[in-house]
């Protein structure tokens, strides 16, 4: 597999997943360490740093869009911008040292919108989970 930054735009600090360790049509895994010297700890909370929900949002969907990539279903040079965010639910802290699996499966794939859905686990505790729908775009 591609590394993550031939497949994503984004760039440091704001690449979150480290690598993919599966992609097909249905279903895309990857993984994040988040590590205590990421931006956002040092106010989300100083003196107990907790990754932001939002953060594992964007987190699932990078893996998402880096998935779709991988597999060329779009073709080169597209970009996914997030149009809804749904069902989100948040149900376990993600710390510094934490080692996320984000489960990302396709719901529904066409030239102009991205549907998915997925789970970011810490072992196997759910961490996080939504649904969520990127337009899709280009440069």
Known sequence: MKDVKELLPHRDPFLFIDELTEV????IT???VYTDSEF?????F?????????????????????GINELGILGEGGLFFLATIEKAKFRRQVVPGDEV?????????SPKMLKQKGKAYVGDEI????EWLCIVGSK
């Open 24 to 27: 097909s049509k249905e279903t």
């Open 30 to 32: 990857g993984k994040r």
């Open 40 to 44: 956002f700890f040092k106010g989300h």
């Open 46 to 66: 100083p003196g107990y740093p907790v990754v932001p929900g939002v953060i594992l949002v964007e987190s699932m969907a990078q893996c998402g869009g880096a």
């Open 101 to 109: 699996r984000f489960e990302i499966e396709n719901v529904r794939i």
């Open 127 to 130: 961490a996080a989970e939504a």
